[in-house]
């Protein structure tokens, strides 16, 4: 009896299939893996933000991924970018390409096809590409076997702090057990997806490190606005009391200057006053904040979208934002690639190999939006290369088209017939220079056939000669006539190569006017190489014969 293979993941261990239907995991309330998370930020200083960044360089990540967290919650910009970046790839459609045609091959990728129709799918996506801001995710796989086969019931998120690194690197994740213990991933247990946003160590890739940087400079600022506001966006209220006013006078006054940007009203005595004295920079001092914080917003912009005109009002017209979003297209192309490949490396080919046993091919998961063809491109190179002998299949370019296979007995277009010229046409000789009316219209291609019957060259009908005493005469057996005969052999395949090349402008040309241009540009390379060897042999095979002849004349 065959031995079962044993099936090895990408870091070359064992799978346990035992345990691949529970969860393993989970979030434990009273455990190692909280769900309650810290919160880092508040009261962030430089110096508190540097030491939680060098205790995520040193395997220590749980602070860095808390404040990630929060800055999520509370900068609607850094939440906006973000979530465009990874909104706009989770939701393009998911293709699936079959190993090869075989009908095996077909079968596997058809299962991946139908698994892939699940509601769930985008949201499942969306958290896998948590991964873009914090650098890298985990996804837990609940595998299912209810049917007596295996398939994934369900992509489960789990939150990044219950995982550590190996210290050996800092690059091989380990997940808390329950007894708090660091273990290896389970093979075909886990989607461990990186996005890089710089090279490193996957602690020291994510976007969420120059994010904080830049929310904790903008807190500064809004926190200085606020104040500034709160300062100088009201007038100054003085009150003025006289020499002779008791202390009860003066308390009264001050409640009244005190309260009146609050309650808008106040009561004071006759002989009391009070002055709003209204400061001059409100104005300058308020729009330096605000810039500010535009400035921070769109350092964000340019490190989570590459760009800034799909998410800030700036100058520069419909070219501009042509060009930033084709920024931001080569990003969300980058990340459908790397998604693409993460899954087909964790979660296809592990299922496959559950499902079906190791394969030498498998099916490949695509996540990219379809290139829009060019039409009219299209068209003009299949007019002009298929003439020239390019084969093409039919079918591909339907689909490069768009359109499907013609289905059977169903009506379609196809290319009309020509229509025949009137017969009462004009048949006017044309004036010295011009092209014969009557040719304009005739296919080009057809003239190839009378350049090969002009210069008699093998495998092609003469045209109908005149009846004489000439007809039918055949050469001599002279000498001359031997070396005449040889040579339309011998010259024959080289004069037809040239020709085929002369033929294939004419049937791709459209009018006399646009072949004589072709024929000029191209006559320089055609090739006349073998012609000339013929000509040279037969010119001293010809000069052989000439002294052979004199010889024995004079003998």
């Known amino acids: ?69 929060v800055i999520e919650e509370r900068d609607p910009h850094y939440l906006g970018v973000l979530g465009t970046r990874r909104r706009s790839v989770s939701q393009i459609d998911v293709t699936v390409e079959a190993a090869s045609d075989a009908a095996r091959d077909v079968e596997i990728a058809d299962m991946v096809r139908d698994w892939l129709e699940r509601d769930e799918l985008q949201e499942e996506l969306f958290d896998i590409l948590d991964s873009i ?28 702090r219950w995982f550590r690194w190996e210290q050996r690197d800092l690059t091989t994740p380990l997940y808390l057990a329950d007894d708090g213990t660091r273990q290896p991933l389970e093979p075909f247990k886990y989607i461990f997806a990186r996005m890089k946003a710089k090279s490193g160590i996957p602690a020291r890739s994510g976007l969420a490190r120059v994010a904080a940087w830049g929310w904790m400079f903008k807190a500064f600022t809004q926190r200085d606005w606020a104040i500034f506001t709160q300062t100088y966006g009201q007038p100054l209220r003085v009150g003025k009391y006289g020499a002779g006013s008791s202390k009860e006078d003066r308390d009264t006054l001050f409640r009244a200057v005190a309260n009146i940007a609050g309650d808008c009203a106040a009561i004071i005595s006759q002989s009391m006053e009070i002055e709003f004295v209204e400061s001059k920079n409100v104005g300058p001092g308020s729009d330096l904040y605000e810039k500010r914080s535009d400035w921070l917003d769109r350092q964000i912009s340019k490190a989570v979208l590459g760009q800034t005109a799909t998410t800030d009002a700036i100058a520069g017209g419909h070219a501009v934002g042509q060009e930033h979003r084709q920024v931001q297209e080569d990003i969300e192309r980058a990340d459908a690639k790397a ?114 019957r002009g210069l008699g060259l093998p495998g092609v009908t003469a045209a109908p000669q005149a009846e004489g005493p000439s007809a039918g005469k055949k050469s001599g057996g ?49 090739d006349s190489s073998g012609l000339a060897r013929v000509m040279a042999a037969g010119m001293m095979a010809a000069e052989a014969a000439g002294r052979t002849a004199l010889e024995a004349d004079s003998g």
């Open 478 to 526: 002279s000498p001359q006539d031997l070396l005449t005969d040889r040579m339309e052999i011998e010259a024959g395949p080289e004069i037809a190569a040239m020709i085929d090349q002369v033929e294939a402008m004419l049937s791709a040309a459209s009018s006399l006017d646009e072949f004589r241009s072709m024929l000029l540009e191209a006559f320089p390379s055609i």
């Open 1 to 69: 009896m065959a031995k079962t293979p044993t099936l090895l993941d990408q870091w070359g261990r064992p799978v346990r299939k035992a345990v691949l239907t529970e969860e393993i995991s989970g979030p434990t309330l009273a455990g190692v893996r909280s769900p309650i998370a810290g919160t880092p930020a508040d009261g962030l200083t430089p110096v508190r933000l540097a030491s939680i960044l060098r205790e995520a360089d040193h395997g220590e990540a749980v602070r860095y991924l808390e404040l990630a967290e």
């Open 133 to 160: 801001g914090k650098g890298y995710s985990f996804t837990e796989i609940i595998w299912d076997t209810s049917e007596g086969q295996w398939q994934p019931q369900r992509l489960e998120w789990r939150d990044p």
């Open 339 to 452: 998604l693409s490949a993460i899954l087909n490396r964790d979660l296809i080919r592990p299922w496959v190999d559950l499902e079906y046993g190791p394969q030498e091919r498998y099916p490949r998961l695509v996540i990219a939006r379809p290139e829009v063809e060019d039409i009219g491109t299209l068209a003009d190179a299949l007019a002009k290369l298929v003439p020239l002998g390019l084969k093409v299949q039919a079918s591909e370019v339907r689909d490069r088209a768009g359109f499907s296979d013609p289905e059977e007995n169903s009506e379609v277009l196809g290319a009309t017939t020509p229509q025949n010229p009137p017969p009462n046409a004009p048949n006017t000789p044309p004036e010295p220079g011009q092209v014969d009316p009557s040719q304009q219209d005739r296919p080009v291609k057809h003239f190839s056939g009378e350049i090969k």
